[in-house]
């Protein structure tokens, strides 16, 4: 797995068009966010400036980019020659997914950073790092069973918008119009219990038993997501 993920890490840094749409891009939408923070705040809330960064690092960044990176994969064969090593199905998928999982990490944890230095800590930064790995998790499960569904790397561009432009959206109805209506359908919706944990993880005042609640809607996400990419995932290119 290691020898995987150090090649698969080699090719980011090597490929530009890569680097600009998993790393570049996002970390510079973020930053006009954080620079606009004043603005965004009055709408919304600081967390709900953390939670649209986190997606927005996550769905461009992790979740297109493991899409397209499986997609490319399996088209050249190369998940195919994998699969005559030693290496089990689920070390070959690691090494392929964990250094763009592992930067976009990175990635969060900096951003979040640097918006608590020029604004206000978060109250409850545990839950807050937890919350932003179960979102991360989230959309790796995503990538996974989209991958499934994805022919090619031009192909990956149709198939990751509706997860890419949805989870984003789900995060902005709820940080904007807050839980007072639909509550039940913005938390089972992809992101939506995640963001209004993030924002209750950003201000410090939320209860354990309530925060258990909360992210239980997310890990189904994962629960299903790996599920639908157990039975869909392809090795070979379909035909």
Known sequence: ???IARAELIQIFRNRLVLVTSLIMPAAVSALFIRQHETWAEMASLGYIAALVTFTVGAFGLYTTIVTTLASRRQNLFLKRLRST?????????????????????QVAVILVVLGAVTRAPGNVPLLALTVLSMIAMLIA???ATAGLTNSPEHAQVTTLPVSLGVIGVASWVGISGMEEL???KRLLPGGSATELLVQAWNGGIGLGESVALMVPTLAWVGLSVALATRMFRWEPRR
């Open 1 to 3: 797995m290691l020898s």
């Open 86 to 106: 030693a290496e089990s199905d689920t070390g070959i998928i690691a090494g392929l997914v964990a250094p763009v999982a592992l930067l976009s990490l990175i």
């Open 142 to 144: 995503l990538a996974l």
């Open 183 to 185: 509550a039940a359908v």
